[in-house]
C-alpha cells in the first residue's frame, strides 16, 4: 500500500482539465513595477497589452497549437478586462479572415489601439466574459472595468450575456477587495465551472485572482507540489492543472463509462469468486 500513498484515483466524469492562464503584459505592470502607487492612477483605466505583451501573446499561441491544447479546449472564460480579453482571442482565437471565409470576429482590428488585425471566431471554441475570475477589486484604476456595451463592438463574438449589469458596480475607488474576499470569490468561481459541460476549459484571467484562489489548493500535497501550484504566474504563463470534484457536486454519470450485461445474461464467476466456493 506504501505504493500508492501518494496517489489518487478518481472518475473522469468528476475531473475537469482547466488551462489557466494570466494575462500578457498590460502597460500598467510595466509602469507599476517602477512605482507601485501608479496603480492608483486613472491613467492606467482598464489598461491595455503593450507591443511586448502581443509578442507573449504569439508565442503562447504558437505553444498551445504545438502541443494540441488548442484542439481540445471545449471552453474559454475571461475575465472582462481589455487586457485579459485581448490575451484570449490572441490566444486561443481562430485567427485572421484570409481565408474569405466570414465569420463573427472575436476582436476587431486594432480594438484597444492595439494595432492588431481582426481575429476571427472561425474553428475557435466558445468565449464568455465572467466577472468572479476578475482581478482584485478596488482602488488600482487597472483593475476598473468599462461599460459592457463598449467592450461588445471591440468583441462582438465573446459572450457578455451571463454579466448582469453595464456599468462597472463592483469596483469602488475607496475600498480594497480583501485577500479573503478574492479567495472566496475564486471558490465560487470553480463552483460555477461545475455547472458547465465541458470538461477541458481555458481561464483567462490575472495574477492576484490566481494567486488567492488557488492557495486553498494543495495542503494534501508534498510542498513541491503545493509550491507548484501556488507560486506567482508570469505574464502570460500557462499552467494546466487537473480540477477534481470530491464532494458529489459534478454528475454522476459519466459519457465514457459502459454499464455492461448489454445484452442481459448470467455474467461467469470470477477466479475470487470461484476459490470462495
Not at 459519457?255 to 470470477?270: H, L, W, Y
Request: one cysteine or more.
Amino acid at each position: 500500500m506504501d505504493a500508492v500513498r501518494g496517489q489518487g484515483m478518481y472518475p473522469l466524469h468528476r475531473c475537469k482539465t482547466i488551462h489557466l492562464v494570466r494575462h500578457a503584459q498590460g502597460f500598467h505592470n510595466v509602469v507599476g513595477e517602477k512605482d507601485h502607487s501608479a496603480y492608483m492612477s486613472p491613467e492606467l483605466f482598464d489598461a491595455a497589452l503593450t507591443p511586448l505583451g502581443w509578442q507573449q501573446v504569439d508565442n503562447l499561441r504558437k505553444h498551445v497549437h504545438s502541443k494540441g491544447i488548442s484542439r481540445k479546449i471545449e471552453i474559454v472564460v475571461v475575465s472582462p478586462l481589455l487586457r485579459t480579453m485581448q490575451t484570449a482571442v490572441g490566444v486561443f482565437g481562430g485567427g485572421g479572415f484570409d481565408d474569405g471565409i466570414k465569420a463573427a470576429p472575436l476582436m476587431t482590428e486594432n480594438a484597444g489601439e492595439s494595432d492588431r488585425p481582426a481575429i476571427s471566431s472561425l474553428n475557435a471554441p466558445p468565449f464568455v466574459a465572467m466577472e468572479l475570475c476578475r482581478e482584485r477589486l478596488g482602488v488600482h484604476w487597472c483593475d476598473k472595468r468599462k461599460n459592457i456595451t463598449e467592450y461588445k463592438p471591440l468583441f462582438p463574438a465573446i459572450d457578455f450575456s451571463v454579466i448582469e449589469t453595464d456599468e462597472d458596480t463592483l469596483w469602488t475607488l475607496d475600498v480594497r477587495e480583501a485577500n479573503e474576499e478574492v479567495a472566496e470569490r475564486g471558490q465560487k468561481f470553480l463552483n460555477w465551472l461545475w455547472t458547465r459541460e465541458e470538461s477541458e476549459i481555458a481561464i483567462v484571467t490575472h495574477s492576484g485572482f490566481l494567486i488567492h484562489t488557488l492557495s486553498a489548493y494543495g495542503d494534501d500535497c508534498q510542498p513541491p507540489v503545493k509550491e507548484e501550484i501556488c507560486r506567482q504566474f508570469n505574464n502570460c504563463e500557462l499552467r494546466s492543472m487537473m480540477f477534481v470534484d470530491r464532494s458529489m457536486v459534478a454528475s454522476s454519470s459519466s459519457k465514457n463509462n459502459f454499464p455492461g450485461k448489454i445484452p442481459d445474461g448470467t455474467d461467469a464467476p470470477s477466479e475470487d469468486d470461484v476459490e470462495k466456493n
